[in-house]
């Protein structure tokens, strides 16, 4: 499968600070990505998907103002979680949307970064 | 009612047992279903796909999709330790859960297989 990477794997902030996390796609273009959030024992909630060159698209809930998405390239997304607070202590998982031979898609998924804000 | 329900277990099964997943769904436009399978503070992995009512296999792993009764499963045949881990249900009603339909997720399973 399709290879995408996160960075940084694990980060630990201060109540207050910004925190940026990247996305790549390594081995296809992706003009689609998604950021996901995933609390301890919940299930992955979908935050906003990331359409290259344009602005994001945030589901129902999620602050725009606060959890800044990027998608300047068609390898790279960033998720810039401003003025942190403990609560927003998560995994964040991101996902890359590939069209494979015969028309379907599928989301290749990073290995998600820990956030932890003390 | 959630659009998407999953025990999440934990299900603990010994070495070699046949290993049966499932998940329930509201969401009747739902048409494509997926399992992933995810490690430890890892992203998740797809282990199977499947478009609409039926099975499908792969090696060790049968889906199983029944739309009448909105219910779908997952069965790992003589499962090995190497198979623990949490397993997640998905579907969406496009072909991508991209906006037009978004992935939504089962809460996942925790799996446990003992040596």
């Known amino acids: 499968g399709a290879v995408v990477s996160q960075h940084p794997s694990w980060v630990i902030c201060k109540s207050g600070t910004s925190v940026k996390i990247e996305c790549r796609s390594l081995?296809?273009?992706?003009?689609?990505m998604f950021w996901y959030r995933q609390f301890p024992k919940q299930s992955l909630m979908l935050m906003a998907t990331s359409n290259e060159g344009s602005k994001a698209t945030y589901e129902q809930g999620v602050e725009k103002d606060k959890f800044l998405i990027n998608h300047a390239s068609l390898t790279l997304s960033t998720l810039t979680v401003t003025s942190a607070h403990p609560e927003d202590s998560s995994f964040y998982i991101c996902s890359s949307l590939g069209l494979l031979a015969g028309g379907n898609y599928e989301q290749y998924f990073g290995p998600g970064t820990r956030l932890t804000v003390t | 009612q959630k659009e998407v329900e999953q025990d999440p277990g934990p299900l603990s099964v010994p070495e070699g047992a046949i290993v049966s997943l499932n998940c329930t769904y509201s969401n009747s436009a739902f048409q494509y279903f997926m399992w992933y399978r995810q490690y430890s503070r890892k992203g998740p992995e797809l282990l199977m796909y499947t478009y609409s009512s039926g099975n499908k296999e792969d090696g060790r792993f049968t889906a199983q999709v029944d739309k009448s009764s909105k219910y779908i499963s997952l069965f790992i045949r003589d499962s090995q330790p190497s198979d623990s881990a949490t397993y997640l249900c998905?579907?969406?009603?496009?072909?991508?859960?991209?906006?037009?339909?978004?992935?939504?997720f089962g809460k996942g399973t925790k799996l446990s297989v003992k040596p």
């Open positions: 081995d296809f273009q992706a003009t689609t």
């Open positions: 998905a579907m969406s009603a496009s072909n991508y859960g991209g906006s037009q339909g978004n992935l939504i």
